[in-house]
């Protein structure tokens, strides 16, 4: 019975990192980062042959992930400090 709950707790556990990892930084930041990178960097960032969906896994993706998520804090810290 431990070895079927310690499975179950492995798919649950891999699961949510690739729900973290996958979907939320890999689409939602990059959605976000996508744009603050184009006018940050007045267009040149990300290339021209990168499509807006992180496909691949170039240092470009990862930094508009990284921007997304920056912007994305930034947002919510905001939210929460106002409504205090």
Same mark, same amino acid.
């Given at each position: 019975?431990?070895?079927? /709950? %310690? %499975?179950?707790?492995?798919?649950?556990?891999?699961? /949510?990192? &690739?729900?973290?990892?996958?979907?939320?930084?890999?689409?939602?930041? &990059?959605? /976000?980062?996508?744009?603050?990178?184009?006018?940050?960097?007045?267009?040149? &960032?990300?290339?021209?042959?990168?499509?807006?969906?992180?496909?691949?896994? @170039?240092?470009? @993706?990862?930094?508009?992930?990284?921007?997304?998520?920056?912007?994305?804090?930034?947002?919510?810290?905001?939210?929460? /400090?106002?409504?205090?």
């Amino acid at each position: 019975m431990d070895s079927v /709950l %310690e %499975e179950l707790a492995k798919g649950f556990f891999r699961a /949510l990192a &690739y729900f973290v990892l996958e979907v939320f930084f890999g689409k939602v930041c &990059y959605a /976000l980062g996508w744009p603050v990178c184009k006018v940050l960097s007045f267009g040149k &960032y990300p290339s021209a042959n990168q499509s807006v969906q992180s496909e691949g896994s @170039s240092k470009q @993706s990862y930094w508009c992930s990284f921007a997304g998520m920056v912007v994305l804090l930034a947002v919510i810290t905001y939210t929460l /400090l106002v409504n205090t």
